[in-house]
């Protein structure tokens, strides 16, 4: 009779779960294209991706790619894509394995994701000016070895999340367990802490659209795959991204909030030092300051970084630091 009941226990919590999991996927169904732009697909290995154009066709390219978290897509960009797009051709993809991408049941990797920013970029943008974020910013340092780019903007790059955690990628991958602990991870509150803790140095900053629209994008079908990866280490490329800072060839310039503590800013002077590259430093911000600081960010880039004349003087406007020692 005991085995019986907690047998009939077992069915009835694997039975909530299920249902709970299913009617989280239901309600996060409608999950629109809500960046300002046009979306467009691009087939990539049998992989439908998705990706959003803005601006004149003939204006030199930007390319955007954003980072990775479980509920990342190219809505990092959305408060700066439509100032971009006055004076460029911008081009925001959503990563296979996120967004409104599709996301099979593949083992990501690092060399996944650079090779499919290589070859996004040959065929879809003309020699781009790249923006990338956090981890996928050293995906971009790799594709850009072989790939000609006209100049990278690295927004607290890494190429490190920590130790090798396998089997917490089995676990996540798991078709019952995996997917309501995946779900419990990205729930609206856990999203939202994660913003408040790593994105915004101002809380009250953090826009709600952004938090249901990462809920979403983490409860389409297929979501923990990518993710899974994330959270074990297996998308950690293997090299060093100083060494490889240092060998590259396309002019780079690293962007960090000044309050980083995730990846913090002693992190963004060591690579600038190494590199010899220079780091702008946005006051008040800390792993999103293109998000926090949509304005400061764009106007920096297009008249310090890309020459852009807006007729003003920007530095009496910003709160940022130049210089490769990264130091007012």
């Given amino acids: 009779m005991r085995a019986r009941t907690a047998l009939g226990g077992i069915v009835g919590t694997v039975g909530a779960a299920v249902l709970g999991n299913r009617l989280l996927n239901a309600r996060a169904r409608e999950f629109e294209h809500q960046l300002p732009g046009l979306e467009r697909t691009y087939r990539w290995r049998g992989v439908e991706?998705?990706?959003?154009?803005?601006?004149d066709p003939n204006d030199e390219d930007v390319l955007l790619l954003h980072g990775v978290h479980a509920g990342a897509s190219s809505y990092e960009f959305e408060?700066?894509?439509e100032r971009l797009a006055e004076d460029y051709h911008v081009v925001a993809v959503d990563l296979p394995g996120f967004g409104r991408s599709e996301r099979p049941p593949l083992v990501y990797s690092a060399a996944l994701y650079a090779e499919f920013i290589r070859d996004f970029a040959e065929e879809i943008t003309d020699d781009p000016i790249v923006i990338a974020s956090s981890l996928t910013g050293a995906f971009a340092v790799d594709a850009a070895s072989d790939t000609e780019f006209d100049h990278l903007v690295l927004i607290c790059p890494t190429a490190d999340t920590g130790e090798s955690r396998p089997r917490l990628r089995t676990l996540i991958r798991s078709p019952i367990v995996g997917t309501t602990l995946f779900n419990a991870l990205a729930s609206k509150p856990s999203l939202r802490y994660f913003y408040k803790r790593d994105g915004y140095y101002d809380p009250d900053r953090i826009?709600?659209?952004?938090?249901?629209?990462?809920?979403?994008?983490?409860?389409?079908?297929?979501?923990?795959y990518a993710a899974a990866s994330f959270a074990s280490g297996t998308l950690d490329p293997e090299f060093d991204l100083q060494t490889e800072l240092a060998a590259l060839e396309t002019p780079t310039t690293l962007v960090w909030g000044r309050d980083a503590e995730l990846v913090p800013l002693s992190e963004?002077?060591?690579?600038?030092?190494?590199?010899d590259l220079d780091l702008v430093v946005v006051d008040y911000a800390t792993q999103l300051p293109h998000a926090e600081h949509p304005e400061k960010f764009v106007e920096y880039l297009l008249v310090e970084l890309f020459d852009t004349d807006l007729g003003n003087d920007i530095d009496a406007d910003l709160d940022v630091d130049t210089g490769s020692d990264g130091t007012a």
Avoid: C, N
């Avoid at 826009?207 to 979501?223: F, I």
């Avoid at 963004?268 to 590199?275: C, F, K």
């Fill in 49 to 55: 991706t998705s990706y959003t154009v803005a601006g």
């Fill in 79 to 81: 408060p700066i894509i």
């Fill in 207 to 224: 826009d709600e659209e952004e938090v249901d629209y990462a809920w979403k994008s983490a409860h389409q079908p297929g979501a923990r």
């Fill in 268 to 275: 963004g002077r060591d690579l600038a030092d190494a590199a």
